[in-house]
């Protein structure tokens, strides 16, 4: 018979026994309280210039071609529910924004009940569907999925951090599920569909042409040949091979998301990838048990988690109502799971109006150059390269070629990666990038606010263009002290003035002005 240390944990693994998952709710909540946070933050910033009544692309314009196009207000809300079809006005949208920051910080406090993350759930819901092209990440799906399984980790009203009732087992392995199509859905789309994943040379390209480079991404980029692809090897172990563990014995399992989490700390470290690495660690951590955290985290937190799971009762409504979600979830899944497997596989794509399971992937294909919009702007009569051209900066993307990339990430800045895609595309499929031109021309404060700073504080310039750059890491310790070479590639937008008759008037026709 095997003997147990009485000075061990109660929670210290013994074999032929079920784990335990307190801890394990606890820090999951803790993070994705944290993540919420961000997120609900960048809104208070940014969503008003972005969509606000006066926004680049205002939510009201939206919403009504999604009325007029599904019929009604009504058919509009159930394709994409949203607290804004009541109302989207600049101070509804901070309202929201701000009761969604709050709660998220009652949750990384360590109160959660099931009706907290339930509001957080919706509120945050409600921007993405009236986000438009700001909020068409793939990590805004993955937070909503993510946050609908946390609901149910809770007890309704309970908000103690480790109440009466245990994690039901349902929900921590739908966690699972979640990480497993997350993963690999990502390393499925980078198999298929780029030549530089399956030969292993994508890391010779993907830290410099990134969207939102990092500190240390000129390092990472030049690391040896050799190095970057073994980062590329190590890429396919925890996107291709380890997803398949996560539902094993324990050991395996715990090996499986001890991978998957520092492969997302490694991808943390090279490069500014908003929140989405964070957020994928999340369900990764379904993969650990009490035995795990109880070796790890502070002593009076475990013995906390002790007491209550001594005084823990059984809820066979939060056991029944687990079940349920999964049946649902696993209905839900055959779309996904039947997309993963195909040939034509696409990502960040929700299959149903709640975005309850969603596809996944990202850098299918890595460019081999980085292009680069810059706006500029000149007080001078003449608008040709004469002119003195004065550039704004962003607050992510490279300008300024002795700037070294900062580091944003868990922060997003959605022009910046507005104007990554944007760079690699035309204004044409960008025609917000004209209201913005409009705006710097009226130098709008919150159009300038999604700047790092503005060139012109005194008065509006009398012109604006956008120039299109080819931008390449310089080598680190060059005389210069340069952190990027450039190479003009030709003008993006051509420069317009406020009483340029084409632009006054395309804007009138998609109703930014009047």
Not at 195 to 222: C, D, K, M
Not at 319 to 342: C, E, H, Q, Y
């Amino acid at each position: 018979m095997e003997v147990i240390n009485k000075t061990d944990s109660e929670f210290s693994h013994v074999p032929g026994t079920p784990p335990t998952y307190w801890l394990t709710r606890f820090v999951i909540l803790r993070l994705l309280g944290v993540i919420y946070a961000i997120a609900f933050l960048v809104a208070i910033n940014q969503i008003v210039p972005l969509i606000g009544s006066n926004g680049l692309t205002p939510v009201g314009i939206y919403l009504k071609r999604v009325s007029a196009a599904l019929g009604s207000d009504g058919a509009g809300f159930m394709r994409l529910p949203s607290l804004f079809w009541l109302g989207h006005s600049d101070t509804a949208l901070l309202t929201v924004a701000w009761i969604g920051f709050l709660l998220s910080c009652v949750v990384v406090a360590g109160y959660a009940n099931a009706l907290l993350l339930a509001v957080l759930w919706f509120l945050y819901m409600s921007f993405v569907h009236v986000g438009q092209e700001w909020y068409g990440y793939g990590w805004e799906i993955q937070l909503t999925e993510t946050g609908f399984l946390a609901i149910f980790l809770c007890p309704l009203l309970d908000l103690r951090p480790f109440p009466r009732h245990a994690p039901p087992m349902p929900i921590i392995i739908l966690f699972r599920w979640l990480i497993f199509r997350i993963m690999l859905g990502a390393g499925l789309i980078k198999i298929r569909g780029d030549e530089v994943w399956r030969n292993a040379t994508a890391l010779y390209y993907h830290f410099e042409t990134q969207p939102i480079p990092g500190p240390l991404s000129r390092w990472f980029h030049f690391l040896p040949h050799i190095v970057l692809k073994i980062g590329v090897w190590f890429n396919h172990l925890g996107e291709l091979i380890a997803p398949w563990f996560v539902f094993w014995p324990r050991l395996a399992r715990h090996i499986a998301g001890a991978v998957i989490v520092l492969f997302q700390i490694n991808i943390i470290l090279s490069g500014n990838l908003s929140f989405l690495n964070w957020l994928t660690i999340i369900p990764a951590l379904a993969c650990f048990d009490d035995g795990f955290w109880s070796k790890l985290l502070p002593r009076r937190l475990v013995s906390r988690a002790e007491a209550a799971a001594d005084r823990a009762v059984a809820s066979k409504p939060m056991l029944t109502t687990a079940w349920i979600v999964t049946v649902v979830i696993a209905f839900l899944s055959i779309r996904p799971a039947i997309n993963m497997l195909s040939p034509g596989q696409i990502m960040n794509t929700s299959f149903d109006p709640l975005d309850l399971v969603n596809t996944y992937g990202a850098f299918g294909t890595v460019g081999q150059e980085r292009l680069n919009v810059v706006f500029e702007g000149t007080m001078d009569e003449d608008s040709t390269d004469k002119a003195n051209w004065k550039p704004y900066i962003y607050k992510g993307l490279p300008v300024l070629l002795n700037k070294r990339p900062p580091q944003i990430a868990p922060y997003q800045l959605r022009l910046d990666w507005q104007m990554w895609f944007a760079a690699m595309s035309s204004p044409e499929e960008y025609p917000w990038t004209l209201n913005l031109v409009w705006k710097l021309l009226h130098n709008d404060p919150g159009a300038i606010s999604l700047f790092a700073s503005n060139p012109f504080p005194d008065k509006p310039p009398r012109y604006i263009r956008a120039i299109l750059y080819h931008y390449r890491f310089a080598k680190p310790g060059n005389p210069q002290g340069l952190r990027w070479n450039r190479e003009r590639m030709n003008i993006w937008l051509p420069a317009m003035s406020a009483n340029d008759p084409r632009l006054i008037d395309f804007l009138k026709g998609e109703g930014w002005v009047q």
